[in-house]
Protein backbone atom coordinates (compact mmCIF):
# COMPACT_ATOMS: atom_id res chain seq x y z
CA UNK A 1 0.00 0.00 0.00
CA UNK A 2 3.03 2.15 0.26
CA UNK A 3 3.45 4.99 -2.10
CA UNK A 4 -0.72 5.01 -2.85
CA UNK A 5 -1.21 8.79 -4.13
CA UNK A 6 -4.20 10.15 -1.68
CA UNK A 7 -6.88 12.46 -2.71
CA UNK A 8 -5.53 14.95 0.25
CA UNK A 9 -2.12 14.86 -1.31
CA UNK A 10 -3.32 15.59 -4.96
CA UNK A 11 -4.82 18.47 -3.60
CA UNK A 12 -1.74 19.57 -1.70
CA UNK A 13 0.82 18.87 -5.13
CA UNK A 14 -2.03 21.01 -6.85
CA UNK A 15 -2.42 24.10 -5.01
CA UNK A 16 1.54 24.11 -3.93
CA UNK A 17 2.50 23.84 -8.39
CA UNK A 18 -0.71 26.53 -8.91
CA UNK A 19 1.16 29.18 -6.45
CA UNK A 20 4.66 28.08 -7.20
CA UNK A 21 4.39 28.31 -11.30
CA UNK A 22 2.16 31.56 -10.18
CA UNK A 23 5.43 33.26 -8.20
CA UNK A 24 8.01 32.18 -10.75
CA UNK A 25 6.14 33.11 -13.70
CA UNK A 26 4.36 36.49 -12.23
CA UNK A 27 6.35 38.74 -14.96
CA UNK A 28 4.58 36.51 -18.00
CA UNK A 29 1.42 35.75 -16.35
CA UNK A 30 0.09 39.40 -14.76
CA UNK A 31 -1.92 41.10 -17.07
CA UNK A 32 -1.04 44.74 -15.93
CA UNK A 33 1.65 46.02 -13.66
CA UNK A 34 0.85 45.01 -10.51
CA UNK A 35 2.30 48.85 -8.73
CA UNK A 36 0.19 51.08 -11.47
CA UNK A 37 -3.23 52.52 -10.35
CA UNK A 38 -5.61 52.29 -13.08
CA UNK A 39 -9.08 52.80 -12.15
CA UNK A 40 -11.08 53.96 -8.93
CA UNK A 41 -10.40 52.48 -5.84
CA UNK A 42 -12.75 48.67 -4.48
CA UNK A 43 -13.64 48.53 -8.20
CA UNK A 44 -15.47 44.60 -7.98
CA UNK A 45 -14.12 42.07 -9.87
CA UNK A 46 -14.59 42.10 -13.83
CA UNK A 47 -13.32 40.34 -16.97
CA UNK A 48 -10.93 42.76 -17.27
CA UNK A 49 -9.85 42.52 -13.24
CA UNK A 50 -9.92 39.18 -12.07
CA UNK A 51 -10.11 39.93 -8.55
CA UNK A 52 -11.03 43.65 -9.06
CA UNK A 53 -9.02 46.45 -7.51
CA UNK A 54 -7.27 47.12 -4.66
CA UNK A 55 -7.22 50.28 -2.19
CA UNK A 56 -5.81 52.95 -5.19
CA UNK A 57 -6.88 51.32 -7.93
CA UNK A 58 -4.34 48.76 -8.45
CA UNK A 59 -4.69 45.35 -10.36
CA UNK A 60 -5.25 42.65 -7.72
CA UNK A 61 -4.67 39.36 -9.57
CA UNK A 62 -1.34 40.80 -10.99
CA UNK A 63 -0.37 42.25 -7.08
CA UNK A 64 -0.65 38.91 -6.00
CA UNK A 65 1.31 36.98 -8.64
CA UNK A 66 3.93 39.57 -7.85
CA UNK A 67 3.50 39.73 -4.07
CA UNK A 68 3.61 35.47 -3.89
CA UNK A 69 6.81 35.97 -5.39
CA UNK A 70 8.02 38.05 -2.58
CA UNK A 71 6.36 35.78 -0.02
CA UNK A 72 7.18 32.40 -0.92
CA UNK A 73 10.65 33.42 -1.78
CA UNK A 74 11.61 35.19 1.45
CA UNK A 75 9.96 31.89 3.52
CA UNK A 76 12.39 29.82 1.17
CA UNK A 77 15.34 31.66 1.75
CA UNK A 78 14.85 31.80 5.82
CA UNK A 79 13.83 28.04 5.60
CA UNK A 80 17.43 26.97 3.30
CA UNK A 81 19.38 29.15 6.26
CA UNK A 82 17.29 27.20 9.12
CA UNK A 83 18.93 23.93 7.85
CA UNK A 84 22.15 24.89 6.29
CA UNK A 85 23.11 25.98 10.04
CA UNK A 86 20.87 23.57 11.88
CA UNK A 87 21.08 19.99 9.70
CA UNK A 88 25.14 20.26 10.14
CA UNK A 89 25.19 21.15 13.54
CA UNK A 90 22.52 18.19 14.40
CA UNK A 91 24.52 15.67 12.74
CA UNK A 92 27.34 16.45 14.76
CA UNK A 93 25.88 16.54 17.76
CA UNK A 94 24.25 13.51 17.57
CA UNK A 95 27.29 11.60 15.94
CA UNK A 96 29.74 12.84 18.17
CA UNK A 97 27.40 12.62 21.13
CA UNK A 98 29.68 13.81 24.53
CA UNK A 99 30.50 17.28 25.26
CA UNK A 100 29.27 18.78 22.14
CA UNK A 101 25.65 17.39 22.54
CA UNK A 102 25.80 17.84 26.32
CA UNK A 103 26.40 21.80 25.48
CA UNK A 104 24.13 21.99 22.53
CA UNK A 105 21.14 20.89 24.09
CA UNK A 106 20.53 23.26 26.93
CA UNK A 107 21.59 26.49 24.41
CA UNK A 108 18.94 24.77 21.93
CA UNK A 109 16.37 24.70 24.85
CA UNK A 110 16.99 28.45 25.94
CA UNK A 111 16.35 29.19 23.09
CA UNK A 112 12.99 28.11 22.43
CA UNK A 113 11.92 29.18 25.64
CA UNK A 114 11.28 32.49 24.19
CA UNK A 115 8.51 32.48 20.77
CA UNK A 116 10.59 33.11 18.35
CA UNK A 117 8.22 36.25 17.14
CA UNK A 118 9.72 37.80 21.00
CA UNK A 119 13.34 37.05 19.55
CA UNK A 120 12.62 38.77 15.79
CA UNK A 121 11.07 41.85 17.46
CA UNK A 122 13.99 42.56 19.62
CA UNK A 123 16.38 41.51 16.81
CA UNK A 124 14.68 44.22 14.80
CA UNK A 125 14.96 46.76 17.34
CA UNK A 126 18.54 46.23 17.95
CA UNK A 127 19.61 45.59 14.11
CA UNK A 128 16.68 47.14 11.42
CA UNK A 129 14.43 46.04 9.27
CA UNK A 130 15.63 45.12 6.14
CA UNK A 131 14.80 42.33 4.38
CA UNK A 132 17.91 40.32 4.39
CA UNK A 133 17.63 40.93 8.62
CA UNK A 134 14.34 39.51 8.99
CA UNK A 135 15.58 36.32 6.32
CA UNK A 136 18.57 35.88 8.64
CA UNK A 137 16.57 36.15 11.90
CA UNK A 138 13.80 33.86 10.85
CA UNK A 139 16.23 31.87 9.74
CA UNK A 140 18.48 31.66 12.63
CA UNK A 141 15.31 30.89 15.29
CA UNK A 142 14.22 28.08 12.85
CA UNK A 143 17.80 26.65 13.03
CA UNK A 144 17.16 25.67 16.71
CA UNK A 145 13.51 23.64 16.13
CA UNK A 146 15.82 21.96 12.72
CA UNK A 147 19.15 21.01 14.91
CA UNK A 148 16.46 19.24 17.26
CA UNK A 149 15.17 17.47 14.58
CA UNK A 150 18.38 16.43 12.59
CA UNK A 151 19.38 15.54 16.04
CA UNK A 152 17.00 13.21 16.78
CA UNK A 153 16.10 11.73 13.39
CA UNK A 154 20.22 10.58 13.12
CA UNK A 155 19.98 9.22 16.90
CA UNK A 156 17.15 6.90 16.05
CA UNK A 157 18.88 5.67 13.09
CA UNK A 158 22.50 5.34 14.48
CA UNK A 159 21.31 3.08 16.43
CA UNK A 160 19.74 0.60 14.30
CA UNK A 161 21.43 -2.61 13.55
CA UNK A 162 22.83 -1.90 9.62
CA UNK A 163 24.80 1.01 10.57
CA UNK A 164 25.97 -1.15 14.00
CA UNK A 165 27.19 -3.75 11.23
CA UNK A 166 28.87 -1.13 8.87
CA UNK A 167 31.06 0.38 11.91
CA UNK A 168 31.78 -3.08 12.53
CA UNK A 169 32.64 -3.90 9.37
CA UNK A 170 35.16 -0.97 9.50
CA UNK A 171 34.13 1.55 7.41
CA UNK A 172 34.96 5.17 8.25
CA UNK A 173 33.02 7.24 9.59
CA UNK A 174 32.01 9.67 6.61
CA UNK A 175 31.24 6.37 4.28
CA UNK A 176 28.87 5.66 7.51
CA UNK A 177 27.49 9.12 7.22
CA UNK A 178 27.40 9.31 3.29
CA UNK A 179 26.16 5.88 2.66
CA UNK A 180 23.99 4.88 5.40
CA UNK A 181 22.69 7.82 7.70
CA UNK A 182 21.99 10.18 4.87
CA UNK A 183 20.21 7.96 2.61
CA UNK A 184 17.81 7.21 5.53
CA UNK A 185 17.30 10.51 6.92
CA UNK A 186 16.28 12.47 4.10
CA UNK A 187 12.84 11.67 3.84
CA UNK A 188 11.87 12.77 7.65
CA UNK A 189 13.94 15.67 6.75
CA UNK A 190 12.60 16.34 3.45
CA UNK A 191 9.08 15.99 5.56
CA UNK A 192 10.86 18.58 8.26
CA UNK A 193 11.65 21.02 5.46
CA UNK A 194 8.45 21.16 4.50
CA UNK A 195 6.60 21.41 8.16
CA UNK A 196 9.44 24.44 8.80
CA UNK A 197 8.85 26.02 5.26
CA UNK A 198 5.20 26.76 6.82
CA UNK A 199 6.11 28.17 9.72
CA UNK A 200 8.97 30.26 8.41
CA UNK A 201 5.86 31.24 5.82
CA UNK A 202 3.12 32.33 8.47
CA UNK A 203 6.13 34.17 10.66
CA UNK A 204 7.59 36.29 7.52
CA UNK A 205 4.14 37.14 7.05
CA UNK A 206 2.96 37.87 10.35
CA UNK A 207 5.93 39.99 10.90
CA UNK A 208 4.65 42.02 7.89
CA UNK A 209 1.31 42.28 8.50
CA UNK A 210 2.31 43.51 11.31
CA UNK A 211 4.25 46.61 9.15
CA UNK A 212 7.67 45.83 10.74
CA UNK A 213 9.34 44.59 7.73
CA UNK A 214 11.13 46.84 5.38
CA UNK A 215 9.22 47.12 2.01
CA UNK A 216 10.70 45.59 -1.48
CA UNK A 217 9.53 47.16 -4.81
CA UNK A 218 6.73 44.52 -5.01
CA UNK A 219 4.64 44.22 -1.83
CA UNK A 220 4.24 40.45 -0.21
CA UNK A 221 1.13 38.97 0.77
CA UNK A 222 1.42 40.22 4.37
CA UNK A 223 1.90 43.97 3.57
CA UNK A 224 -0.85 43.70 1.17
CA UNK A 225 -3.00 42.73 4.07
CA UNK A 226 -2.06 45.49 6.57
CA UNK A 227 -2.15 47.96 4.15
CA UNK A 228 -5.84 47.38 2.22
CA UNK A 229 -7.34 46.45 6.13
CA UNK A 230 -8.87 49.60 6.80
CA UNK A 231 -11.38 48.70 4.63
CA UNK A 232 -12.61 45.43 6.06
CA UNK A 233 -14.53 47.27 8.83
CA UNK A 234 -16.50 48.82 5.72
CA UNK A 235 -17.36 45.42 4.76
CA UNK A 236 -15.05 44.75 1.65
CA UNK A 237 -13.59 41.50 1.06
CA UNK A 238 -10.68 42.10 -0.84
CA UNK A 239 -8.19 42.76 1.68
CA UNK A 240 -8.41 39.00 2.65
CA UNK A 241 -7.55 37.30 -0.67
CA UNK A 242 -3.49 37.49 0.01
CA UNK A 243 -4.46 36.43 3.58
CA UNK A 244 -6.57 33.69 1.96
CA UNK A 245 -3.99 32.55 -0.13
CA UNK A 246 -1.25 32.73 2.87
CA UNK A 247 -3.41 30.30 3.88
CA UNK A 248 -4.49 27.99 1.21
CA UNK A 249 -0.45 27.48 0.26
CA UNK A 250 0.49 26.65 3.90
CA UNK A 251 -2.95 23.84 3.66
CA UNK A 252 -1.11 22.86 0.63
CA UNK A 253 2.15 22.42 2.08
CA UNK A 254 0.79 20.62 5.11
CA UNK A 255 -1.16 18.06 2.83
CA UNK A 256 1.91 17.11 1.16
CA UNK A 257 4.11 16.75 4.32
CA UNK A 258 1.46 14.30 5.66
CA UNK A 259 1.39 12.16 2.51
CA UNK A 260 5.26 11.96 2.77
CA UNK A 261 5.03 11.45 6.45
CA UNK A 262 2.69 8.65 5.57
CA UNK A 263 4.83 7.55 2.90
CA UNK A 264 7.79 7.16 4.44
CA UNK A 265 6.92 5.91 7.94
CA UNK A 266 8.80 2.65 8.32
CA UNK A 267 5.71 -0.03 8.88
CA UNK A 268 5.37 -1.49 11.60
CA UNK A 269 5.53 -5.50 13.16
CA UNK A 270 5.92 -8.10 10.24
CA UNK A 271 6.68 -5.85 7.33
CA UNK A 272 9.55 -4.18 9.16
CA UNK B 1 10.88 15.64 45.24
CA UNK B 2 11.27 18.76 46.78
CA UNK B 3 15.01 18.87 45.30
CA UNK B 4 13.53 17.80 41.85
CA UNK B 5 11.61 20.92 42.12
CA UNK B 6 14.37 23.18 43.26
CA UNK B 7 16.26 22.37 40.91
CA UNK B 8 13.41 22.72 38.18
CA UNK B 9 13.09 26.13 39.75
CA UNK B 10 16.46 26.88 39.55
CA UNK B 11 16.94 26.11 35.92
CA UNK B 12 13.91 28.54 35.30
CA UNK B 13 16.04 31.39 37.20
CA UNK B 14 18.92 30.93 35.05
CA UNK B 15 17.23 30.58 32.26
CA UNK B 16 15.59 33.51 32.76
CA UNK B 17 19.24 35.46 33.35
CA UNK B 18 20.09 34.30 30.44
CA UNK B 19 17.58 35.45 28.58
CA UNK B 20 18.11 39.14 29.70
CA UNK B 21 21.53 39.10 28.95
CA UNK B 22 20.46 37.84 25.34
CA UNK B 23 17.60 40.52 24.80
CA UNK B 24 19.92 42.95 26.41
CA UNK B 25 22.83 41.66 23.89
CA UNK B 26 20.80 42.20 20.69
CA UNK B 27 19.39 45.31 21.88
CA UNK B 28 22.10 47.64 23.20
CA UNK B 29 25.50 45.63 22.54
CA UNK B 30 26.06 43.37 19.24
CA UNK B 31 24.61 46.06 16.68
CA UNK B 32 27.78 48.58 17.25
CA UNK B 33 26.31 52.17 16.83
CA UNK B 34 22.98 52.04 19.16
CA UNK B 35 22.46 55.78 19.16
CA UNK B 36 22.41 56.27 15.59
CA UNK B 37 20.75 53.29 14.79
CA UNK B 38 17.77 54.21 17.32
CA UNK B 39 17.61 57.56 15.51
CA UNK B 40 17.55 56.51 11.69
CA UNK B 41 16.90 59.09 9.49
CA UNK B 42 16.95 61.95 12.36
CA UNK B 43 20.48 61.30 13.83
CA UNK B 44 21.82 64.30 13.86
CA UNK B 45 24.19 65.07 16.33
CA UNK B 46 22.61 66.64 18.95
CA UNK B 47 20.21 63.93 18.84
CA UNK B 48 22.84 60.96 19.02
CA UNK B 49 24.51 62.88 22.02
CA UNK B 50 20.94 63.12 23.59
CA UNK B 51 19.91 59.48 22.64
CA UNK B 52 23.66 58.46 24.33
CA UNK B 53 22.92 60.13 27.35
CA UNK B 54 19.49 58.34 27.82
CA UNK B 55 20.97 55.40 27.85
CA UNK B 56 23.72 56.18 29.17
CA UNK B 57 26.08 54.76 26.42
CA UNK B 58 29.49 55.98 27.28
CA UNK B 59 29.99 53.14 30.08
CA UNK B 60 30.86 49.88 29.22
CA UNK B 61 27.77 47.46 28.48
CA UNK B 62 28.23 45.24 31.16
CA UNK B 63 28.12 47.70 33.75
CA UNK B 64 25.07 48.95 31.79
CA UNK B 65 23.65 45.47 31.84
CA UNK B 66 23.85 44.61 35.64
CA UNK B 67 22.32 48.27 36.51
CA UNK B 68 19.24 47.43 34.21
CA UNK B 69 19.02 44.15 35.84
CA UNK B 70 18.96 45.79 39.32
CA UNK B 71 16.55 48.38 37.73
CA UNK B 72 14.27 45.50 36.76
CA UNK B 73 14.45 43.60 40.27
CA UNK B 74 13.54 46.63 41.76
CA UNK B 75 10.70 47.60 39.22
CA UNK B 76 13.11 50.34 37.75
CA UNK B 77 12.41 49.92 33.76
CA UNK B 78 14.09 52.83 32.52
CA UNK B 79 12.02 55.72 30.77
CA UNK B 80 10.61 55.33 27.62
CA UNK B 81 12.45 56.99 24.26
CA UNK B 82 9.49 58.19 23.00
CA UNK B 83 6.90 59.35 25.26
CA UNK B 84 9.75 60.19 28.30
CA UNK B 85 7.21 58.27 30.61
CA UNK B 86 8.56 55.69 33.30
CA UNK B 87 8.28 52.61 31.19
CA UNK B 88 6.44 51.22 34.36
CA UNK B 89 3.83 53.49 34.24
CA UNK B 90 3.51 52.93 30.56
CA UNK B 91 3.15 49.34 30.52
CA UNK B 92 1.14 48.67 34.02
CA UNK B 93 -2.60 49.00 32.49
CA UNK B 94 -1.84 47.12 29.24
CA UNK B 95 -0.54 44.24 31.32
CA UNK B 96 -3.66 43.48 32.79
CA UNK B 97 -5.37 44.12 29.72
CA UNK B 98 -3.31 41.17 28.02
CA UNK B 99 -3.23 38.80 30.88
CA UNK B 100 -7.38 39.34 31.13
CA UNK B 101 -6.93 38.45 27.38
CA UNK B 102 -4.62 35.75 27.71
CA UNK B 103 -6.53 34.10 30.40
CA UNK B 104 -10.16 34.13 28.74
CA UNK B 105 -8.68 32.53 25.40
CA UNK B 106 -6.85 30.30 28.03
CA UNK B 107 -10.32 29.22 29.74
CA UNK B 108 -12.19 28.80 26.46
CA UNK B 109 -9.59 27.28 24.59
CA UNK B 110 -7.81 24.16 26.94
CA UNK B 111 -11.28 22.64 28.07
CA UNK B 112 -12.43 22.99 24.69
CA UNK B 113 -9.18 21.45 22.72
CA UNK B 114 -8.80 18.39 26.05
CA UNK B 115 -12.71 17.01 25.53
CA UNK B 116 -12.82 17.41 21.24
CA UNK B 117 -9.34 15.75 21.33
CA UNK B 118 -9.77 13.25 23.47
CA UNK B 119 -13.49 12.22 21.46
CA UNK B 120 -11.50 11.97 18.43
CA UNK B 121 -9.18 9.71 19.51
CA UNK B 122 -11.79 7.39 21.06
CA UNK B 123 -13.55 7.50 18.19
CA UNK B 124 -10.42 6.78 16.54
CA UNK B 125 -11.33 6.77 12.77
CA UNK B 126 -14.53 7.54 12.70
CA UNK B 127 -16.93 10.43 10.55
CA UNK B 128 -16.16 12.50 13.71
CA UNK B 129 -11.96 12.26 13.86
CA UNK B 130 -12.15 12.89 10.35
CA UNK B 131 -14.11 16.21 10.75
CA UNK B 132 -11.51 17.42 13.81
CA UNK B 133 -8.60 16.26 11.40
CA UNK B 134 -9.99 18.34 8.31
CA UNK B 135 -10.78 21.04 10.62
CA UNK B 136 -7.38 21.00 12.71
CA UNK B 137 -5.20 21.14 9.83
CA UNK B 138 -6.97 24.12 7.94
CA UNK B 139 -7.33 26.19 11.14
CA UNK B 140 -3.33 25.73 11.95
CA UNK B 141 -2.24 26.59 8.86
CA UNK B 142 -4.32 30.14 9.04
CA UNK B 143 -2.31 33.19 10.10
CA UNK B 144 -3.64 34.66 13.50
CA UNK B 145 -4.61 37.87 11.12
CA UNK B 146 -6.70 35.96 8.42
CA UNK B 147 -8.66 34.65 11.39
CA UNK B 148 -9.43 37.63 13.18
CA UNK B 149 -10.17 39.97 10.07
CA UNK B 150 -12.51 37.06 8.70
CA UNK B 151 -14.23 37.08 12.53
CA UNK B 152 -14.18 41.21 12.23
CA UNK B 153 -15.84 40.63 8.21
CA UNK B 154 -18.23 38.27 9.82
CA UNK B 155 -19.68 39.34 13.27
CA UNK B 156 -18.56 42.91 13.55
CA UNK B 157 -19.33 44.05 9.80
CA UNK B 158 -21.96 41.39 8.61
CA UNK B 159 -24.24 41.01 11.39
CA UNK B 160 -22.96 43.56 14.39
CA UNK B 161 -22.81 41.20 17.20
CA UNK B 162 -20.02 41.85 18.51
CA UNK B 163 -17.08 45.46 18.09
CA UNK B 164 -14.43 45.17 15.80
CA UNK B 165 -12.38 47.20 17.66
CA UNK B 166 -11.95 45.55 21.41
CA UNK B 167 -11.36 48.22 24.45
CA UNK B 168 -11.04 47.37 28.08
CA UNK B 169 -13.49 50.08 29.63
CA UNK B 170 -13.05 50.19 33.32
CA UNK B 171 -16.87 51.26 33.65
CA UNK B 172 -18.23 48.23 32.06
CA UNK B 173 -19.64 45.07 34.21
CA UNK B 174 -17.44 41.42 34.21
CA UNK B 175 -20.29 40.49 31.12
CA UNK B 176 -19.83 43.15 29.26
CA UNK B 177 -15.87 42.69 29.06
CA UNK B 178 -16.52 39.35 27.95
CA UNK B 179 -18.33 40.58 25.09
CA UNK B 180 -15.99 42.92 23.94
CA UNK B 181 -13.38 40.73 24.23
CA UNK B 182 -15.00 38.36 22.34
CA UNK B 183 -13.46 38.22 18.88
CA UNK B 184 -9.95 38.64 19.59
CA UNK B 185 -10.71 35.68 22.07
CA UNK B 186 -11.73 33.68 19.57
CA UNK B 187 -9.43 34.30 17.26
CA UNK B 188 -6.51 33.18 19.69
CA UNK B 189 -8.67 30.30 20.96
CA UNK B 190 -9.37 28.70 17.52
CA UNK B 191 -6.17 29.18 16.21
CA UNK B 192 -4.42 27.79 19.65
CA UNK B 193 -7.04 24.53 19.62
CA UNK B 194 -6.54 23.47 16.52
CA UNK B 195 -2.86 23.04 17.49
CA UNK B 196 -3.90 21.47 20.67
CA UNK B 197 -7.20 19.30 19.79
CA UNK B 198 -4.55 17.19 17.49
CA UNK B 199 -1.90 16.58 20.01
CA UNK B 200 -4.61 16.11 23.07
CA UNK B 201 -5.77 13.52 20.62
CA UNK B 202 -2.26 11.62 20.09
CA UNK B 203 -1.26 11.76 23.37
CA UNK B 204 -4.64 9.88 24.58
CA UNK B 205 -4.37 7.37 21.54
CA UNK B 206 -0.66 6.69 22.82
CA UNK B 207 -2.43 5.17 26.15
CA UNK B 208 -5.29 4.16 24.40
CA UNK B 209 -2.73 1.26 23.14
CA UNK B 210 -0.98 0.49 25.55
CA UNK B 211 -2.10 -3.55 27.08
CA UNK B 212 -3.66 -2.26 30.01
CA UNK B 213 -6.57 -0.73 28.17
CA UNK B 214 -6.83 -3.86 26.38
CA UNK B 215 -6.89 -5.64 29.28
CA UNK B 216 -9.82 -3.17 30.72
CA UNK B 217 -11.89 -3.55 27.28
CA UNK B 218 -10.88 -7.50 27.41
CA UNK B 219 -12.36 -7.42 31.42
CA UNK B 220 -15.83 -5.70 29.66
CA UNK B 221 -15.40 -2.72 31.35
CA UNK B 222 -17.70 0.08 29.52
CA UNK B 223 -16.04 2.57 27.28
CA UNK B 224 -16.92 5.42 28.70
CA UNK B 225 -15.16 3.92 32.54
CA UNK B 226 -12.19 2.70 30.09
CA UNK B 227 -11.61 6.36 29.05
CA UNK B 228 -12.24 8.15 32.35
CA UNK B 229 -10.92 5.76 34.84
CA UNK B 230 -8.28 4.13 33.33
CA UNK B 231 -6.68 6.19 30.11
CA UNK B 232 -6.72 9.71 31.30
CA UNK B 233 -5.13 9.83 34.53
CA UNK B 234 -2.47 8.14 32.73
CA UNK B 235 -2.78 10.59 29.54
CA UNK B 236 -2.77 13.69 31.75
CA UNK B 237 0.82 14.23 32.30
CA UNK B 238 0.83 14.37 28.87
CA UNK B 239 -2.05 16.60 28.36
CA UNK B 240 -0.39 19.14 31.00
CA UNK B 241 2.91 19.20 28.80
CA UNK B 242 0.44 20.09 25.54
CA UNK B 243 -1.54 22.61 27.16
CA UNK B 244 1.84 24.51 28.26
CA UNK B 245 2.99 24.47 24.76
CA UNK B 246 -0.20 25.70 23.57
CA UNK B 247 -0.70 28.14 26.04
CA UNK B 248 3.00 29.48 24.79
CA UNK B 249 1.46 29.72 21.51
CA UNK B 250 -1.09 31.55 22.59
CA UNK B 251 1.01 34.42 24.54
CA UNK B 252 2.90 34.91 20.74
CA UNK B 253 -0.58 35.22 19.33
CA UNK B 254 -1.47 37.80 21.50
CA UNK B 255 1.11 39.99 19.75
CA UNK B 256 -0.56 39.46 16.31
CA UNK B 257 -4.29 39.50 17.45
CA UNK B 258 -3.67 42.75 19.68
CA UNK B 259 -2.75 44.09 16.65
CA UNK B 260 -6.00 43.32 14.35
CA UNK B 261 -7.81 44.28 17.03
CA UNK B 262 -6.19 47.86 18.06
CA UNK B 263 -6.44 46.24 21.73
CA UNK B 264 -4.52 48.04 24.27
CA UNK B 265 -2.10 45.54 25.41
CA UNK B 266 1.06 44.92 25.39
CA UNK B 267 1.74 43.20 22.46
CA UNK B 268 0.57 46.14 20.29
CA UNK B 269 2.52 48.08 23.13
CA UNK B 270 5.47 45.98 22.30
CA UNK B 271 4.60 46.06 18.17
CA UNK B 272 4.61 50.29 18.22
CA UNK B 273 7.48 50.80 20.14
CA UNK B 274 9.41 48.15 17.71
CA UNK B 275 8.25 50.71 14.98
CA UNK B 276 9.20 53.63 16.88
CA UNK B 277 12.83 52.17 17.89
CA UNK B 278 11.98 52.67 21.53
CA UNK B 279 14.65 50.49 23.03
CA UNK B 280 13.50 50.47 26.69
CA UNK B 281 10.08 49.71 25.72
CA UNK B 282 10.50 47.08 23.57
CA UNK B 283 13.48 45.32 26.72
CA UNK B 284 10.93 45.20 28.95
CA UNK B 285 8.14 43.70 26.58
CA UNK B 286 10.06 41.35 25.70
CA UNK B 287 10.89 40.18 29.43
CA UNK B 288 7.89 40.01 30.58
CA UNK B 289 6.84 37.60 27.47
CA UNK B 290 10.15 35.43 27.99
CA UNK B 291 9.12 35.90 31.46
CA UNK B 292 5.21 34.45 31.23
CA UNK B 293 6.76 31.53 28.88
CA UNK B 294 9.25 30.76 31.30
CA UNK B 295 6.78 30.50 34.30
CA UNK B 296 4.12 28.82 32.15
CA UNK B 297 6.30 25.97 32.25
CA UNK B 298 7.92 26.29 34.95
CA UNK B 299 3.94 25.49 36.29
CA UNK B 300 3.41 22.62 33.73
CA UNK B 301 6.66 20.51 34.90
CA UNK B 302 6.13 21.18 38.67
CA UNK B 303 2.24 19.77 37.68
CA UNK B 304 3.45 16.89 36.11
CA UNK B 305 6.12 16.51 38.49
CA UNK B 306 3.33 16.65 41.47
CA UNK B 307 1.01 14.43 39.45
CA UNK B 308 3.24 12.00 38.19
CA UNK B 309 3.29 8.87 41.98
CA UNK B 310 6.22 7.31 40.71
CA UNK B 311 8.36 10.66 41.45
CA UNK B 312 5.75 12.09 44.46
CA UNK B 313 5.98 9.10 46.36
CA UNK B 314 9.39 8.06 45.93
CA UNK B 315 11.09 9.64 49.19
Same mark, same amino acid.
Given at each position: ?6 ? /? ?21 ? &? ?30 ? #? ?18 ? *? ?30 ? &? ?28 ? &??? #? ?10 ? #? ?12 ? *? ?17 ? *???? *?CLAFLFVAALSFLGLVDQLSDADWGSMVKESSLAIPAGIAAPLY??? /? ?25 ? /? | ?38 ? @???? =? ?10 ? $? ?11 ? %? ?21 ? @? ?18 ? %? ?8 ? +?????VYDRLIGVGSVTAVSMPEFFVGLILILLFAVQYRWFPAIATYKP ?14 ? %????? +? ?9 ? =? ?5 ? $? ?30 ? $? ?58 ? $? ?14
Amino acid at each position: MRGRITF /AAVVGIVIVLGCASGAILAPWLA &PYDPNLPMGSRWDPPSAQHWLGLDQIGRDMFS #RMLFGGRVSIGLALLSTIVA *FLVGVPIGFVAAMLGGWIDGLLSPIADMVLSV &PPIVWALIVIVGFSARVDVIVLTVGLLYSV &PVF #RAARSIVKDIIA #REYVEAARLRGEGM *FWVLLREILPNALPSLAAE *FGVR *FCLAFLFVAALSFLGLVDQLSDADWGSMVKESSLAIPAGIAAPLYPAA /AIALLTIGVNLVVDWLLSMYSRPQGEN /A | MLKLLGQRLLLSIVTLIVVSALIFAITEWLPGDVASNIL @GQQA =TPENVAAVRAEL $DLDRPPHVRYIEW %LRGVLHGDLGRSLASKRLVSEVI @GPRWSNTAFLVLYAALVSVP %LSVVLGTLAA +VYRKGVYDRLIGVGSVTAVSMPEFFVGLILILLFAVQYRWFPAIATYKPEHVFTQHLQAMFLPM %LALAL +VVAARMMRMVR =TSVLTVL $DSPYIEMASLKGLSRSRIVMRHAMPNALMSII $DVAALNLAYLIAGVIVVESVFTYNGLGRLMVDAVAKRDVPVVQACGLIFAAAVIGLHLIA $DVLSIVSNPRVRLSR
